[in-house]
């Protein structure tokens, strides 16, 4: 599947098949369940990047929560997270 840039990658995500709450609840286990969907959509990564560098500081975007996809953006030498999230997985 090709997607075109800017942000039609939205269209295919999982995640609009699901309760929005989901992915905004603060609890560990709705996490845990939000990631469980992140794991199996096919625009993951497009999802990823456009939490990373907006930056959105909210809920669970591309597999990551808030808290995650901060700990990467401060950990990632002249802002490279992606180099850091690859050599983490």
């Known amino acids: 599947m090709v ?3 800017d942000q039609d990658w939205r269209a295919h995500a999982l995640c ?3 309760d ?4 905004f609840a603060a609890g560990a286990l709705e996490h845990k369940l939000a990631k469980t969907v992140c794991r199996r959509c096919p625009v993951r990564s497009e999802c ?3 939490a990373m560098e907006a930056p959105v500081d909210h809920g669970v975007w591309g ?3 808030e808290r995650e ?3 990467y953006r401060r950990r990632a ?3 490279d997270w992606r180099t850091l999230l690859a050599n983490s997985a």
Not at 20 to 23: C, R
């Open 20 to 23: 929005p709450d989901l992915f």
């Open 16 to 18: 609009a098949q699901n």
């Open 48 to 50: 990823l990047s456009y």
């Open 3 to 5: 997607l075109d840039t």
């Open 69 to 71: 996809r901060r700990r």
């Open 63 to 65: 597999g990551l929560t």
């Open 77 to 79: 030498p002249q802002g």
